[in-house]
């Protein structure tokens, strides 16, 4: 403290002070004196995959790394340079420099069954070199956080540290890389996930032929096809993706594909959901010519459809919300929902919903725009209403309506009353 000269513990303080610092000293001294950041080190696993050096990762292994380090089981350290990385699959390509006669491990070409045995190799908790074994538990989950959903699910012990490491199958050929747990806890409970060596396959020869990966891009939004939707659109299952809206001037929409048509098969091979649509086109390349068969208006149709190239940056940005209009005394529709004229943009806007009727149950709220009724275009309640009329005339009991949240455009299959 600031002490006139005839304060009598003046002389304590200020010796005090200048052996320890006081408060306000202290503070400005850490301040002084606090430690640059210390650069980030992060470790997984990796296996070589050729004689001269390339090693496949995970992509969050080596994601902004600046320097990247190769140690083999005998200690040996190399240095290593990014080839190139895959967001969407999360796995990576790195090559070790000047190296030559290394050996390696190949990719099984063979299908894994669910109850086939694998050994997991990795570094978990940077102990070193670990085996731990389990049996394939499923094929074909999608977790959290992934773009294609294709994922071995294992039950051999993976913890932190072993990402990008291999799980192999009993003749020594890798089926997975491991790169994901379900954890309460941070540690094994049993449920690892590895991405199966085809996908790796694919995606590390693009990465080391040319750095990135390209992938197929049709144009289409989509959504999965619920039993309601299936009897709404007359098919005998729930199965396709329901194209909620064709991009602008995109393949789809150039080749005549419409937003209600469900796609059915890609190349006559059956499309179980929307995710299984997005694998399918993204293991095909740009400007490859597909057939796609679709279900419009009761029947199968098919068309050729030429790829274009998956541009992330470039897919569109959800509109602004739509706000509700305030027209006088509207009257509540045959299904629940009050709905007015959108005086800002196409079709109708719920201004009211019963929380009891059917409607509310499947997800309607206030505020949301309904475009189509069973791919009609409606713009006033009374053609709404005669629209749900003429699904009920045509003995369904479900409509078909196409509808619009926050932009984002949804089909939802609504069961009618008798």
């Known amino acids: 403290p ?6 009598p513990f003046k002389d304590f303080f200020e010796q005090f ?10 503070e400005r001294g850490r301040q002084e004196r606090r430690v640059p950041p210390r650069p980030m080190m992060a470790a997984g696993s990796g296996f070589v995959i050729s004689a001269d050096g390339y090693v496949v990762t995970n992509n969050h292994v080596v994601q902004d790394a600046t320097k990247v380090t190769v140690i083999f089981e005998n200690g040996d350290e190399r240095t290593a340079t990014i080839v190139g990385t895959d967001e969407r699959t999360d796995l990576a390509v790195v090559k070790i420099e000047d190296a030559a006669d290394l050996p390696f491990v190949r990719l099984s070409e063979a299908d894994v069954r669910v109850g086939d045995w694998v050994v997991a190799v990795g570094n978990p908790f940077g102990l070193g070199g670990t085996v731990t074994a389990g ?19 294992i039950d051999a012990a993976v913890n932190t540290g072993n990402s990008g490491g291999p799980a192999f199958n009993l003749d020594g050929e890798v089926v997975g890389v491991n790169t994901a747990i379900f954890s309460p806890n941070g540690g094994s409970v049993g449920i690892a996930f590895a991405i199966p060596a085809n996908v790796v396959k694919m995606v590390t020869d693009q990465l ?9 891009f049709l144009g289409v939004g989509i959504q999965d096809v619920s039993r309601d939707i299936a009897d709404s659109v007359g098919l005998d299952r729930a199965y396709g993706a329901l194209v909620t809206e064709p991009s602008a001037g ?8 419409e937003s209600g048509d469900v796609i059915i098969a890609v190349d006559g091979e059956e499309i179980e959901d929307a995710l299984d649509l997005s694998r399918t086109i993204a293991s095909k390349d740009p400007g490859t010519a597909v057939e796609v068969t679709y279900w419009r208006d009761g029947k199968e149709q098919s068309v050729s459809v030429t790829l274009d190239t998956l541009n992330e940056e470039e897919l569109a940005q959800p509109a602004e919300p739509q706000q509700p209009q305030q027209p006088d005394q509207p009257e509540p529709s045959s299904v629940g929902i009050t709905v007015v004229p959108n005086s800002g943009g196409e079709g109708l806007l719920i201004q009211d919903i019963d929380p009891a009727s059917i409607a509310a149950e499947k997800g309607f709220l206030v505020g949301d725009a309904i475009l189509e009724v069973d791919n009609q275009a409606v713009s006033t309640a ?10 009920k005339q045509s003995g369904r009991n479900t409509a078909l309506i196409k509808a619009q949240r926050d932009g984002a455009t949804r089909f939802v299959g609504l069961p009618l009353a008798e």
């Open 2 to 7: 600031d002490l006139p000269n005839d304060h």
């Open 17 to 26: 002070g200048d052996q320890f610092g006081m408060p306000g000293d202290r």
């Open 135 to 153: 049996i394939v538990s499923a094929r074909g989950r999608d977790i959290a956080g992934s773009a294609y959903g294709d994922f071995l699910q």
């Open 208 to 216: 080391i032929e040319s750095g990135s990966v390209t992938r197929g």
């Open 250 to 257: 995109g393949p789809a929409e150039t080749a005549g594909i």
């Open 382 to 391: 009374a053609e709404f209403e005669e629209a749900i009329a003429g699904v």
